[in-house]
């Protein structure tokens, strides 16, 4: 029987350079489960390049970039006094976890009906846009179990700010997958992670690996500190190389649809 492997883009909607070059990974490379952010500017230009394409579309929910899809006002825990989203930054520097769970779920709920309003379906997975806050994962965990979706979020003790490895997995549904992201490595090589990936496949359950491909823009340049590592994606991932690879090595790539 082959192993699985499951090669998820975020980020679809940050910016147009970033929806370019995700758009690449999926027509021309290997990528088949895409997380949209829904309060971009770029949303919808990225929802265009990818409507007609058969794949897994998820729900990759933002409270720190842009601004939000709720009234400002009634989440006031989740913004600047400009009514933007408090940073990553923000999150990462603040002692205590400032997210109020109340207010986290109306903006959840504002995005999940962008996601409708757009797809006219719910998404194929649902997850979140890294911040240091459980009380934010804890919401995004409760609203997937209400509305009956597929969570796929933050495994146990794991911070999507960092490498993610060390067989860390959770459950999909009934699945088990093991998830891997290592791109904010300092000398990551997305080649090499995939190799190692292959080499020691699990057997009871799926091997997923979260990438960012993208090109660069003026405003990923400015509202990211991954940057580098996104261009580097792209190309392993369109590399006729690598597909030849995955064949030889009778990996089954599957999609969210597939759990």
């Excluded at 990759?60 to 939000?68: A, L």
């Excluded at 997850?127 to 409760?142: C, M, P, R, V, W």
Aim: charged share 25%; net charge negative; hydrophobic share 40%.
């Amino acid at each position: 029987m082959k192993n699985k492997l499951l090669l998820r883009a975020d980020d679809l909607g940050y910016s147009e350079a970033v929806n370019y070059g995700i758009e690449k990974s999926v027509k021309e490379g290997l990528i088949n489960n895409v997380g949209i952010m829904l309060n971009m500017p770029a949303t919808k230009h990225g929802y265009h390049l990818l409507k007609d394409q058969e794949i897994a579309f998820g729900q990759h929910t933002n409270i720190c970039v842009g601004r939000p899809l709720a009234n400002p006002k009634d989440i006031p825990s989740l913004v600047e006094r400009d009514g933007s989203f408090k940073s990553s930054s923000t999150y990462r520097n603040t002692a205590e976890d400032f997210v109020v769970f109340e207010e986290a779920l109306i903006e959840i709920e504002a995005q999940y009906r962008q996601f409708l309003h757009l797809f006219k379906r719910k998404p194929d997975y649902f997850d979140g846009h890294a911040i240091e806050s459980n009380t934010f994962f804890k919401a995004l965990q409760y609203f997937a179990q209400e509305n009956n979706l597929k969570y796929s979020g933050v495994p146990v003790g794991e911070d999507l700010n960092r490498s993610i490895g060390n067989d860390a997995a959770i459950l999909v549904g009934e699945t088990k997958v093991y998830m891997i992201m290592e791109s904010m490595n300092k000398d990551y090589d997305p080649w090499e992670t995939l190799k190692n990936i292959v080499a020691n496949a699990h057997e009871d359950g799926v091997d997923m690996i979260i990438y960012h491909p993208g090109y660069l823009d003026d405003f990923i340049i400015n509202h990211s500190s991954l940057l580098i590592p996104r261009t580097k994606e792209v190309a392993m991932l369109v590399d006729v190389r690598i597909k030849e690879f995955i064949v030889e090595q009778e990996m089954e790539l599957v999609s969210y649809r597939d759990l």
